[in-house]
């Protein structure tokens, strides 16, 4: 009994008190969604669905961490690069790239997300290259320097939605003729297709099992790397550059390559997030993304030095779970106009402010 | 009780522990007006936790305070803090300057005493408005630089003065508080260049002569030499010595520092030496020089044959650590160095690792461990990132094979008998002693043809320190591996080495028997005291 209850005590602390708080936090928001008399199933479905399409988003934090260049803000350079394969995906599919494939099967959809997914990790990996040899400049200021980065690159995207010279029907604004739209629907391209296929209905609760699937295999991947030769050489150089030089190791390279499989990762997550999202956001859409990012990887356990995937698939559950409860169930208690929103916008900041406040975290 | 008056600063039965560690050990020591008083010792010697008693620091309050008496003119005394120092005319010149780089160097000098004019405003809101009174500050400033002999106006801003002029700065700012007794300095001398170092010592000569105690902490014995008229050497919290400098010599105090009773570390019948002259070279140093701040090594020349152990010694700040250091790349290097007869490639990363030399850092913490990873991980990783040991196939890529590594991990805790609860344990957590048998164990397992150890025993107990000392014996004699040991403890290395360089300014002075006596030790170390006696 003794033990056993000592056995729990370490469990609980190696698990973390913030994580405890914020699990709490989110199974009182559920029953208070029950007792408001929502429908649960539905919430929880959406709750899998944001899960999904975060969970990648989130995993780019965790090369960036243990690189050493702590949790990568400048998501958005990923992001960008992200769009950038979506859109030109689009584009090959308007010149007719996928051919006589019938566009309402399952094959063209797997073939048109696959191949956003290799453009995505082409120009994401390209820029994450640069963004690398940009922060070894900086180092000790990496956090700082790459939200503002992420801004800057946000801001130099949106010039270039403007100016590239995209043709295809569905990217660009119809009457101009030119410059990408803000929110481009893909639904004649991959919108939904991971969402969609395998997918398990039980009445209102639905699972996106093959988008589930595909945030754990790429989980699973970086997992792999972590336990291989480089990676646990990067992970060293990243906990400790002076024992890592005395060991032979290249930290500056540890940290590029960190930082590019961080940005690359970035830029699938964004394909998986449009794709369950049915649509591509633009322009200053990904501003904040890095620090929801951030935040989620943070409550999930993660430090600013160590973080594990672990921590990304518990602190995605948790901070998206969250949110996702959190907006109806604020809708029901404050139905007056702009309430809703304003108490939206306190929650989610606010669970970023504990995250950032708690980035100690547990052991795990 | 006129007699006691003659002392500007008692200090008596000084102890002092952190959390059970006894750190000084019933120090006494008196300083008289007007005299310069080296204070001596290598590092850990319990240098600064005297000074910090002494200043009343909080370090030592939040620490459980310290025992013994303090008396600034015969009067005992208790300083809470820095500031109370201050006014009982306590000064101290700090190894890192505390300068205001944007204000003036009067400012700097005054700030915090500054002399003020009544305005309209202060007569109403009270004192905190009244205006600088410039050319009295000035003046003043004047009067304190011209005493040490700097040539430089008293407006210049301290940013984008030279080093050492900083540190003259400082020196002006403690003369000019007014009942200034006693200055401490702390290792002056360590960022200045000679010509800055020579001037900064006639300044603490004409600070004496005006009858200003000072105290002057320092590792290069040539500067005791010159100007200090009385030395206490400290090691390991204990007082070893006082002397006036006229009754001693560099040698001697050299001995003192370093020399203490041998203590038999490693029996004889498990250190068996072995005559390895005619063994093949194992390593070949030629002219190395290494850039490293503090153990700068300028010319560095030696052989170890294969099978032997090498021991290298000397004074703190000579350059002795450097050497390893530069080998293994971790500060710019050059020079002819030639591993089993392979050349190094200083501009190659882990280039000396690759050819078979293995390095057990004396930064432990720093450089040695990865603190936060486990006891099996930092055994395994070094072996693993060079020799693409403890890897297994998964699938295209190769994955840490954990059940290998837990396996070794146990053998090693087994063999150096590191106190743990097991290969998981975080190497954080460990103790000194264990902390340095996971280096050791880390550097084996990567199976070095050299292995390189520096300072293998600092900060560690007596038992780990023996434990380590005589598996170092152990593996020469049973497995032939060449070792290279640095150490600032001449008992050790004179315990297990074969021969044994003492390292002076940067350069190999001398390769002593460890049978030679402690005079010729003494003699090596202090070599480059004596040369700059006689220039």
Known sequence: MERALGALKQGAKDFGLPRIIILAFFFILLLAAALVGMDIPWLISDVLLRWGMWGILVLAMVPSIRSG??????????????????????????????????????????????????????????????????????????????????????????????????????????????????????????????????????????????????????????????????????????????????????????????????????????????????????????????????????????????????????GTLLFQGILTVALPVANELVPEGNLSEILRLIISNGIILYALSKARGGSK | MMEEQRYVLELQHISKEYSGNPVLQDVSLTVKKGQIYALMGENGAGKSTLMNILFGMPVIHSTGGFTGTIKISGEEVNFLSPHDAMEAGIGMVHQEFMLIPGFTIAENIKVGREDTLPTLPSRVFGPDLERLNRPKMNADARVALDNIGLDISEETKVAGLPVGYMQFVEIAREIDKKNIKLLVFDEPTAVLTESEADQLLKVMQSLAAKGIAIIFITHRLSEVMQVADYMTVLRDGELVASKAIADTSAVEIAELMVGRAIEKLVDDDKNTKVSTEQNEVALSVKDLYVDMPGETARGVTFEVKSGEIFGIGGL????????????????????????????????????????????????????GLLLEESIAHNIMFGAMTTKRDYLSNFGITKLLSAGRMNRHAKDMIKLLDIRCVGGGQRVGALSGGNQQKVCLASALTMKPRILVVSEPTRGIDIGAKKLIMEYLAHLRQEEGLTIIMISSELAELRSICDRIAIVSDGKIEDILAPDASDAQFGLAMSAAAQNSEVS
């Open chain 2, 316 to 367: 703190a700040g000579q350059g002795k650590v450097g050497i390893p250091n530069g080998l293994m790349g971790m500060f710019s290097s050059h020079g002819d160095v030639e591993i089993f007869g392979e050349k190094l490639n200083f501009t190659k990363l882990g280039n000396a690792l690759s050819k078979g030399l293995a390095f057990v850092s004396e930064d432990r913490r720093g450089v």
């Open chain 1, 69 to 314: 260049i702590g949790p990568n803000f400048g998501v958005a350079i990923g992001i960008a690069g992200g769009l950038l394969g979506a859109l030109v995906s689009i584009e090959l599919r308007y010149f007719g790239f996928l051919g006589t494939l019938d566009p309402d099967g399952i094959t063209f959809g797997l073939v048109s997300i696959s191949l956003a997914v290799l453009l995505a990790l082409a120009f994401s990996s390209l820029l994450g290259i640069l963004y690398g040899l940009l922060l070894n400049r900086v180092k000790g200021n990496e956090m700082i320097v790459s939200t503002y980065v992420g801004f800057s690159f946000v801001a130099l995207f949106n010039i270039l939605w403007l100016l590239l010279p995209f043709r295809s029907s569905t990217s660009i604004w119809p009457i101009a003729g030119q410059g990408l739209r803000t929110t481009i629907n893909l639904v004649d391209d991959f919108g939904r297709v991971l969402n969609n296929l395998f997918r398990v209905e039980i009445g209102n609760f639905i699972i996106p099992t093959s988008l589930l699937l595909t945030v754990l295999l790429f989980c699973f991947v970086i997992w792999v790397f972590n336990k291989s030769r480089y990676g646990m050489v990067m992970t060293a150089a990243g906990s400790n550059p002076e024992y890592a030089k005395a060991r032979g190791i290249n930290v500056n390279r540890a940290r590029i390559v960190g930082t590019t499989i961080s940005t690359a990762l970035a830029g699938v997550g964004i394909v998986m997030f449009s794709q369950g999202l049915g649509f591509l956001q633009l322009y200053n859409a990904p501003m904040w993304m890095g620090f929801s990012s951030v935040a989620a990887v943070l409550i999930g356990g993660a430090t600013v030095k160590r973080a594990a995937i672990f921590n990304v698939l518990l």
